[in-house]
Structure formats: structure tokens, C-alpha cells
């Protein structure tokens, strides 16, 4: 019995075979490994100019690969037939979407050099989804980054937590809230379209009935006759704001009715037939960027776990993260995928995605056990840092450094946060103004106001403007 996990380290075996060694490698520019929806092994075999390889070479390999693969061999070993090969077009997609790999073990890759290479190896995985957690190739921003530096561009921030219910939204909002008492321009965007929440926080009923969903389906069929521009809720409320000439824009998920479901359900449909998902959520930004420029920072707020449009999110449409974890195994187990995930390759113009790691929900009481778990959680994070996002070679900071991603922001168990957070005047008296008044002081306090100091020094902004200073 094997498993999906075994797949690759099987097909290795099946080229160490001595006569497959001996006879079909030699004769090969690269080996493709095709892993499909399904999870069957498929190979596509380039040869050397000039060594074609033999039937019964290629006959042997697929009889290796029935033995040792069983149900996992899609039964396909596939040679390029030149310039009438009727899969041409096939041929250039595996090779604009495979990446390179490298063998377990120096047997077939004997004696590679310059003059006498040894087949290449790579890797092709298909995916019906998740397909932005495992894509070698993104980073490809809606804009570059110098233009956030430049102060062209805002910087797009994605706030995700691997598992829900750790205040990812609330240190969301708080953010936005203490950047624009800060004199900043923010924009903050719902992508939590299972469980959209931001709008009910800003307003008792959605005054801007359409969002992100109906953005992703209208602009496929509208196209340029759907804008996004009048669907964007103003949050102007001077309790909110303070003095400093910041400003808040809203752009929900949507609308909640009785059609959301639907929505929801071509939404999935669309990404799984042509994969345009990406692109489209990059116009979004971009057309958001435009409708209420001068803009300073977008935040994202993510679905929390291995979605779809989190790992879009994080990997194709950030210059940072805000990443929330707590001090459990079920917390670092995922957080650590993540942050490999964010360690993009390095290239000339692509690195790591910086990022601001909060420790959520920590202890704020019982001294004693609240130190355990903050140093518990520091040390941890260290840990993760130094082997999943730093580039081999690269010098490790020391874990004392505050400025550096493992370093942790502490949001204490605020219990005055729990529940439903309303972020409006629900009548006129003066108690309901005071109420407003403490929940912003607590929102905005210096647990909160770390995480936009953090995203300020990050881009080269200014923290604690005075109002003299933003006029």
C-alpha cells in the first residue's frame, strides 16, 4: 500500500531501476512529474536532441511505475512528437507552469554539468483548488511595492488568522481606526465572503447592499457597465476619526440575503472553469484604488484557514500581513505552513512578504501562567521564523529584535470585545455617545496602536502625526 504523500519518491525509484539508469536516462533532457486533480502520477519525458528513446525502454519504465505506484499510475508516459505534435499547446502550459525540483539522491544525477547534463527534473501539480497555497509563481502584486514607498500606491494588508474566533476582524478595524486618527486614508475590504461581518460593525443596516460578491460576478458579465464606485461606504462619523483629517472607506462582502448563497455558488463555479479569479480580484483593487484615491492603506480581512481567497490574499495581492495566532498545537501547526508560505522564492525583485505576528487572545490576568504562555509563544515563533521564512544562508536576527516578524504583538482577552461591536450611534442620547467614545478608546489603545505603529515603520510612515502636521 502507498499514499498520496509516497507518489514522487516512487517514480524516483522507478528511474534508479539499473536498467532504466542505464539505458533511457542518459538519453533525457527532463522529466516532467504530472500529479492530477486526482492524484495519479503522470510523466512527459523530454529527450536529447537526437536520442529518441527506445519502445521498450519507455514499455519498462511504465511496467516499474504499475509496480510500484499500483492505483496512483494514470497510465501515461508522454514524448513530444515534434513540430505535427497535435498537443504543442499542451506541451508549452507544462512548461510555463511546472517548476524545477531536484532528485533525492545523487543517482541519476550523476556526473551533471554543462556538457553532459542529466535530465532535469520537474514538477507539475494540478489543482481543482487551493491552487494559491501551493503556486510557486506568485507575488505578482496588483502594483510594485517601490510605488507604496514612492507614495503612488497604498499598501495592501491582509489580516489573517488560521483559525477563527481570535479578534483577526476587531484588530482589523482597530487598526484602521487608530491609522486614521493617525491623519491616514484607509480603505478596508470584507473577503470573508462565508462569514462577511465588517458591515454590520460600521452600520445596523448595510446602506451599500452590494460588495465583493456581486463585484466577482457582475464585472464577468458587465464588465465595464459595473463600477464599484458607487458601492463604497464613507465612514465619517467624528467619534470614529478623531480631528486628524483621516479617512475610512468600506467596501462589504455584500449583502446577506436571500440570493447570497447563489452568489456564493457561481463565485466557486467561475474559479474552477477559468481560474480568473486572481486577475479579477486584482482590477477589483485596483478600480477601489481609483474611485477614492488619495488612499494610504487597503486592509483585507481574510477567511480565516486554508481558503481559497486567503492564500490569494496573502500571496498574490499583499505588500504585508498581519498574521494571528494563539499558543496551541492546532494554532502552530497551521501558522507554520503559512509562514513557509510566505517566504516566497527569492528572485531578483521578490522576497519574503514582511509580516506583524500577533498573539491573540493572550492571558490578561494569573501572572504566573500569563508569562508561561507569552514566552511559550515567543520562543515558538522563533522557531518557526528561523526554519520556514528565512532564505538558506540568510543570517537569523536575534529573537530580541522587536522590529523583526517573530517578534509578537500581545492583544490581551478583552472581554468589553467580545460579542457584537457596534460602531454607530444606535439613538441620540449621551449615553449612547459615551459608549461610542469608550469603545474607540479601547480599540484604539496601545495594544491596538502597535500593529499600525508596526505596518507605519514598515512602510516609512509616520506614526503619531499631531494635527498640525497632517494639515
Known amino acids: 500500500m502507498i499514499s498520496f504523500s509516497d507518489t514522487f519518491t516512487k517514480v524516483e525509484e522507478c528511474f ?53 505506484l499500483f492505483s496512483y499510475y494514470g497510465e501515461d508516459i508522454w514524448l513530444p512528437q ?35 547534463p542529466s535530465p532535469r527534473l520537474y514538477i507539475l501539480e494540478r489543482h481543482i ?27 495592501i494588508v491582509t489580516f489573517f488568522s488560521f483559525k477563527g474566533g481570535v479578534g483577526r476582524t476587531t484588530a482589523l478595524v482597530a487598526t484602521a481606526l487608530t491609522l486614521a486618527r493617525n491623519g491616514y486614508r484607509v480603505a478596508i475590504v470584507d473577503l470573508d465572503l462565508e462569514a462577511p461581518g465588517l458591515s454590520s460593525i460600521f ?45 475610512i472607506h468600506l467596501f462589504t462582502a455584500g449583502n446577506v440575503d436571500s440570493n447570497y448563497l447563489e452568489k456564493l455558488a457561481r463565485l466557486d463555479f467561475q474559479n474552477l472553469v477559468d481560474h480568473q479569479l486572481p ?20 486592509l483585507l480581512d481574510s477567511r480565516a484557514g486554508f481558503h481559497d481567497i486567503g492564500g490569494l490574499a496573502l500571496t498574490d495581492l499583499s505588500h504585508a500581513a498581519v498574521i494571528f495566532g494563539r499558543q496551541s498545537r492546532q494554532s502552530w ?72 516578524p517573530f517578534s509578537p504583538i500581545i492583544l490581551p482577552l478583552k472581554d468589553e470585545l467580545q460579542g457584537d461591536i457596534s460602531l454607530f450611534i444606535r439613538d441620540e442620547s449621551q449615553e449612547e455617545s459615551d459608549r461610542l467614545r469608550q469603545l474607540v478608546a479601547l480599540m484604539t489603545n496601545e495594544d491596538y496602536q ?11 510612515k509616520r506614526f503619531n502625526q499631531t494635527e498640525e502636521e497632517v494639515i
Open 450 to 460: 502597535k500593529i499600525a505603529e508596526r505596518l507605519c515603520i514598515r512602510f516609512n
Open 203 to 247: 452600520s445596523p443596516n448595510n446602506p451599500k447592499p452590494f460588495g465583493v460578491i456581486d463585484y466577482l460576478l457582475e464585472k464577468k458579465i458587465q464588465s465595464r457597465n459595473w463600477s464599484l464606485r458607487d458601492h463604497i461606504l464613507p465612514i465619517n462619523n467624528p467619534l470614529l476619526l478623531g480631528n486628524s483629517g483621516g479617512q
Open 333 to 404: 501547526a497551521g501558522l507554520t505552513h503559512v509562514i513557509r508560505r510566505l517566504s516566497r522564492p527569492l528572485s531578483e525583485d521578490r522576497e519574503q512578504l514582511p509580516v506583524v505576528l500577533v498573539h491573540a487572545m493572550a492571558l490578561a490576568s494569573l501572572e504566573r501562567r500569563r508569562n508561561e504562555e507569552l514566552r511559550a509563544f515567543k520562543e515558538q515563533a522563533y522557531i518557526a521564523f528561523q526554519e520556514n521564512y528565512y532564505y538558506e544562508g540568510e543570517v537569523v536576527p536575534n529573537p530580541d529584535d522587536i522590529n523583526e
Open 16 to 68: 534508479k531501476k539499473p536498467d532504466i539508469a542505464s539505458t533511457l536516462t542518459p538519453n533525457l533532457e527532463s522529466v516532467t512529474i504530472i500529479r492530477d486533480v486526482y492524484g495519479k502520477i503522470r510523466l512527459f519525458l523530454e529527450p536529447k536532441a537526437n536520442f529518441p528513446p527506445e519502445q521498450t525502454d519507455i514499455d519498462k519504465l511504465g511496467q516499474y511505475l504499475r509496480e510500484n
Open 129 to 155: 483548488a487551493k491552487h494559491t497555497w501551493t503556486n510557486e509563481n506568485s507575488g505578482n502584486l496588483p502594483w510594485k511595492i517601490q510605488l507604496v514607498y514612492q507614495e503612488h500606491k497604498p499598501a
Open 279 to 298: 486577475e479579477t480580484f486584482k482590477g477589483m483593487l485596483k478600480e477601489l484604488e481609483s474611485a477614492v484615491k488619495p488612499l494610504d492603506f487597503i
Open 82 to 116: 515534434g513540430n505535427k505534435d497535435g498537443y504543442k499547446a499542451l506541451i508549452d502550459v507544462i512548461k510555463n507552469q511546472r517548476i524545477e525540483a531536484e532528485w533525492n539522491d545523487d543517482t541519476i544525477a550523476i556526473e551533471r554539468d554543462d556538457e553532459d
